[in-house]
Nanobody, 123 residues
Framework: QVHLVEFGGGLVQPGASLRLSCAASGGTFSNLAMGWFRQAPGKEREFVAGITGVGRDTYYANSMKDRVTVSRDNGKSIVYLQMSGLKPEDTAVYYC????????????????WGQGTQVTVSS
């Protein structure tokens, strides 16, 4: 059983940068592909970014690929999502997820999910 905890969300102004973190426990972290998703009020959960177990490959949603970077530290069992140029439409709950297979865009592919962290972009 893998347990995921996200942190780093908060209220930021438009144009700001923010780094989210997701700490994993209970599994062999380097064996897990990790993904970031987000869900805005009244909308479906959408894929943001994914990274393979050893961090060699990454994949981004087209809508955000110029403004986000996903990375991981397998020694610390943490995956990061660095976001820049935040916009009000980026307001959402951001979730990290873990999978044993690499199919980054598919939410159904992920076996474990965190509880989410709220990101609010507002002036």
């Amino acid at each position: 059983q893998v347990h995921l905890v996200e942190f780093g969300g908060g209220l930021v102004q438009p144009g700001a940068s923010l780094r989210l973190s997701c700490a994993a426990s209970g599994g062999t972290f380097s064996n897990l592909a990790m993904g970031w998703f987000r869900q805005a009020p009244g909308k479906e959960r959408e894929f943001v970014a994914g990274i393979t177990g050893v961090g060699r490959d990454t994949y981004y949603a087209n809508s955000m690929k110029d403004r986000v970077t996903v990375s991981r530290d397998n020694g610390k069992s943490i995956v990061y999502l660095q976001m820049s140029g935040l916009k009000p439409e980026d307001t959402a709950v951001y979730y990290c997820a873990a999978a044993t297979a690499w199919a980054p865009r598919l939410a159904l592919n992920y076996d474990y999910w965190g509880q989410g962290t709220q990101v609010t972009v507002s002036s």
